[in-house]
């Protein structure tokens, strides 16, 4: 997401588009977040058009092999539904703190010493 750490790869090779929801839930992990599937629950982000194939692999080089890529149907700001993808955490769960209401972008400045807010 805008404003985190690993948004830099996107740079001109990603369009954001807006903000959607998946039907997961989020967990803090101390400098990152982990989504997991989860159809009672929601997720908050970002919507990316990805505009240089070749992003792929470097995004999924960055997420590492805790996170697999997958297709999902996201829920657009305007209520529409989008085929995209996510990186699902599938790493261990014993260290995970979950973040109520699904919205990372809200936890993670009162929380993470690894967020830094912009100036």
Do not use: K, N
């Not at 588009?17 to 998946?22: A, F, K």
């Not at 997958?70 to 996510?86: F, K, N, P, Q, T």
Request: aromatic share 10%; proline share 8%; charged share 25%.
């Amino acid at each position: 997401m805008r404003g985190f750490r690993l948004h830099g790869l996107l740079a001109g090779r990603a369009r954001y588009l807006e903000p959607g929801r998946v039907a997961g839930r989020i967990i803090d992990l101390g400098a990152y977040p982990g989504a997991l599937p989860d159809p009672g629950g929601s997720v908050h982000g970002e919507i990316y058009r990805v505009e240089d194939p070749t992003l792929w692999a470097a995004l999924d080089s960055a997420e590492g092999a805790q996170y697999h890529r997958r297709e999902v149907i996201v829920r657009s700001g305007d209520g529409r539904e989008l085929a995209a993808c996510i990186y699902w955490y599938i790493g261990p769960l014993d260290r995970g703190v979950p973040i109520p209401g699904g919205d990372y972008r809200a936890h993670a400045p009162a929380t993470s010493i690894y967020h830094q807010p912009r100036l």
